[in-house]
């Protein structure tokens, strides 16, 4: 049975996991201004901390539905980067995993932690049955994440997504909650 909670606060070894604020905006432009943080991404840089004001005004505002899944990563007093689940799928009891890391705490396991305990909530708490992802097949750290956490690599898809780099190969992987159980 699937019981949709929205965005909880979710607490790991060294994160906290929580909703994105209006507050936030100076550390969310840190992130999401920065060409190498969004070269894979689908979103052009923030050229302005109005404009990433605006995005998470339109986020914020999305924690009314229980249907939006989008947590700010805190480590210490800094939000550092994201996790999303997107594109839920009542019928097939499924979604798609995305997330985001400022670029300093790359290869720290910050974002692997994260998506573990999104996973964790999606699979236990939500009660979805599959989580799907892709990378591009040139970000090599983003399917480490994925490999890490027990997804499953399904398969290689031509020209699979655009985005600041143009388009695309990438990787496709995916799990179902019986699968992340065994592991």
């Known amino acids: 049975m699937i019981n949709h909670k929205g965005t909880q606060s979710i607490k790991t070894e060294r994160l906290l996991l929580r909703k994105i604020s209006p507050d936030d905006v100076e550390m969310v432009y840190k992130w999401m201004s920065d060409p190498e943080v969004c070269k894979y991404e689908r979103w052009s840089p923030h050229q ?4 990433t004001r605006g995005y998470i005004i339109e986020v914020f505002d999305g924690y009314k539905s229980d ?3 989008q947590w700010g990563i805190q480590l210490g007093e800094e939000l550092i ?3 999303s689940i997107v594109n839920v799928n009542d019928y097939d ?4 995993l995305g997330y ?3 670029k300093r705490y790359w290869s720290k396991g910050y ?3 994260a998506v573990k305990a999104v996973i964790d909530y999606i699979f236990f708490e939500i009660g979805l049955n599959r989580i799907e992802a892709t ?8 399917g480490r994440v994925l490999e890490k956490v027990g997804m499953i690599l399904e398969g290689q898809a031509k020209d699979y997504y655009f985005c ?16 992340y159980k065994r592991k």
Do not use: P
């Open 48 to 51: 302005s901390v109005d404009f």
């Open 100 to 102: 985001c890391l400022a």
């Open 93 to 96: 009891r499924k979604a798609t």
């Open 81 to 83: 980067g994201s996790v």
């Open 67 to 69: 249907y939006t899944y």
């Open 135 to 142: 990378h591009s097949v040139n970000n090599i750290a983003s």
């Open 164 to 179: 600041n780099s143009g388009f695309q190969d990438s990787n496709i992987y995916g799990i179902t909650r019986k699968a």
């Open 111 to 113: 974002t692997t932690e």
